[in-house]
């Protein structure tokens, strides 16, 4: 039997589905589902509308307050994943980007993300199966999806591939970020 140690519980939607399949539990929503596999330490009780996790301690000669010490933020950081998960399965996360520049544009094309941003060739990135890609005007790219990392991690890649210049601005941003230009510099 488990020594359950400390419990925090989250209410879950209405229009949320958990289920436990192969070591993973799948939330499923209106707009998709999403895997998440728990901690070794942690384990997840559903009861009618609200998901219970639990910290477990298996091994009792291990000494209580160092476990308590070193794991317990496990529970607050799937809290977090958990509730990012109703979030993005319900409303979907968005990530807004600008490109700045002459001749800049992006399309998207089977599954590719084509960008026009002052290289002599395109550059192309490959859209993941979990992220949509729609492109508002020939220059904001707007991605969405699920999950708040996967949706981050895709925008920083994209906007990477040139980032906006101290001078003039141009490249890649976030829509409401706020690049502080430089005067240039003046000969003498």
Do not use: W
């Amino acid at each position: 039997m488990k020594n359950i140690i400390k419990e925090a519980s989250i209410k879950i939607p209405p229009q949320i589905n958990i289920k436990f399949d192969k070591g993973y539990y799948i939330f499923n929503g209106k707009n998709g589902e999403i895997k998440h596999e728990l901690n070794k330490h942690l384990s997840l009780k559903i009861e009618k509308e609200k998901a219970i996790i639990l910290l477990n301690n298996e091994n009792k000669q291990q000494q209580q307050k160092k476990f308590i010490k070193k794991n317990s933020s496990l529970i607050n950081t799937t809290l977090a994943l958990f509730k990012n998960y109703f979030y993005g399965i319900q409303y979907l996360y968005e990530k807004i980007l600008i490109l700045k520049g002459i001749g800049y544009k992006a399309e998207v094309k089977n599954n590719i993300l084509k960008l026009h941003i002052g290289f002599s060739n395109p550059i192309d990135i490959c859209i993941p199966n979990n992220i949509k890609v729609d492109i508002n005007s020939s220059t904001n790219v707007i991605i969405k999806g699920i999950s708040k990392a996967a949706v981050g991690q895709f925008a920083a890649n994209v906007k990477f591939k040139r980032k906006s210049e101290p001078y003039k601005g141009n490249g890649i941003r976030y829509k409401n970020e706020i690049i502080k230009l430089k005067s240039p510099k003046k000969s003498k």
